[in-house]
């Protein structure tokens, strides 16, 4: 009788242990599907086998969302040619522009390639040579009426956070802002894009590349306009974690026979209508 009655309160342990287990890992399961699972955001780990590139999401034609869960880009095709040639794993890592420098400094990127502009950074990474002349420019409605820099006169003119742009039109370019009504600075360029269709404001400042992006796109097409007169011009390249030079150097040596042999031409050509091939600075 004793013996059985253990059999039973072993059996009704076991089945509780059982089911304790099943709880556990579906609600483990729900936990991650609302999302509350720590780690399932969590970036690849960096080693020498990877090469994880830090980039703009949402920054044509250098590194933007493919529409299928992916991402594509001109710097992006270049750093999948570059691993392709070192037998490396690319890793595109989508970043917030303004955490750049702490994602490069912490070691969970290798790199920033995406569109980055050179000029006023010099002594701040370890750079690659530079292989974009890039301009930076104003998009308009095209019925707008405006038709030069001096029309922006009492406008109100957006542009992205920590760009190019922005930092011309504070420095070099400042007496410019100064005629505006508004300098407003947004998270990204398609916000600013989105804010001139609505009427939001008159005028975005952002890079040439970007803005034939958005005046080409098909949802845009007639409707926008590129000003002929340009705010200023700079160059791109790849910023490494500062003295990091055997990275770069790699990196550097790979992109300088892709130039020799017309890899980057021929890449360059897949974004004509964005002016990349018209960009480069041939080696």
């Not at 072993?10 to 089911?19: D, S």
């Not at 980039?55 to 869960?69: I, L, T, V, W």
């Not at 050509?269 to 960009?279: A, E, H, K, L």
Request: proline share 2%; charged share 20%; with cysteine.
């Amino acid at each position: 009788m004793v013996f059985s009655m253990n059999k039973k309160i072993g059996f009704i342990l076991a089945m509780v242990l059982i089911a304790f287990l099943v709880m556990g890992t579906a609600s483990a399961g729900l936990f991650d599907f609302l999302g509350g699972g720590g780690h399932s955001t969590a970036k690849v780990a960096n080693n020498d086998s990877n090469l994880i590139v830090g980039f703009d999401a949402e920054f044509p034609p250098y590194g933007f969302s493919d529409g299928k869960g992916g991402y594509q880009g001109f710097d992006l095709d270049l750093a999948q040619e570059v691993c392709n040639r070192n037998n490396w794993t690319l890793v595109k890592q989508p970043i917030d522009w303004d955490a750049k420098d702490a994602e490069l400094n912490s070691g969970t990127i290798d790199c920033i390639w995406n569109g980055f502009t050179i000029n006023g950074r010099e002594n701040d990474y370890t750079w690659s040579k530079p292989y974009i002349d890039n301009k930076q420019v104003v998009v308009v409605k095209a019925d707008s009426g405006i038709n030069s820099l001096a029309d922006l006169k009492g406008k109100t003119v957006e542009t992205q956070k920590d760009s190019s742009a922005l930092a011309a039109l504070k420095g070099d370019n400042k007496t410019l802002a100064d005629t505006f009504s508004k300098l407003v600075e947004v998270a990204d360029y398609n916000t600013g894009i989105m804010d001139l269709k609505s009427g939001a404001c008159d005028a975005v400042a952002l890079d040439i590349g970007v803005a034939q992006y958005q005046v080409n796109s098909a949802n845009n097409t007639g409707s926008l306009k590129i000003l002929n007169d340009s705010i200023s011009s700079e160059q791109y390249g790849i910023g490494f974690k500062k003295g990091n030079t055997d990275l770069e150097n790699k990196v550097q040596k790979t992109l300088d026979e892709m130039f020799a042999d017309g890899t980057v031409t021929r890449i360059a050509q897949n974004y004509t209508t964005y002016g990349v091939p018209g960009s480069l600075i041939q080696k």
